[in-house]
Nanobody
Framework: QVQLVESGGGLVQPGGSLRLSCVAS????????AGWYRQASGKERELVAS???????NYADFVKGRFTISRDNAKNTVYLQMNNLKPEDTAVYYC????????????????WGQGTQVTVSS
């Protein structure tokens, strides 16, 4: 049974910080890329940040300089450190990993968590 579980979301004021965690079970997280996505109300899901099996990272322009993706392979966990949060960051945040037969993040048969809500409001 493959499961990804996100945690760490919550309500924060603009400029605040959160660290999201995604713990995987049933798969080895480290051997493939992983990504954080978000979906705001009324919008499509979008890629926020990704990290490869070798640790290379990429970020959407709207979070560069504010968010950091990392992984702890021993804990089978991927993190998203979110700093200087803005109201427009409000969304449900999901982690994802390519499926067993794929190396394409977000592609067919990708594994997804259920999401964690991040709300940035004063």
């Amino acid at each position: 049974q493959v499961q990804l579980v996100e945690s760490g979301g919550g309500l924060v004021q603009p400029g605040g910080s959160l660290r999201l965690s995604c713990v995987a079970s049933g798969i080895i997280f480290s051997i493939k890329s992983a990504g954080w996505y978000r979906q705001a109300s009324g919008k499509e899901r979008e890629l926020v940040a990704s990290i490869t099996s070798s640790g290379s990272t990429n970020y959407a322009d709207f979070v560069k300089g504010r968010f950091t993706i990392s992984r702890d392979n021993a804990k089978n966990t991927v993190y998203l450190q979110m700093n200087n949060l803005k109201p427009e960051d409000t969304a449900v945040y999901y982690c994802s990993r390519p499926g067993a037969a794929s190396n394409v993040l977000g592609g067919r048969n990708s594994y997804w968590g259920q999401g964690t809500q991040v709300t940035v409001s004063s």
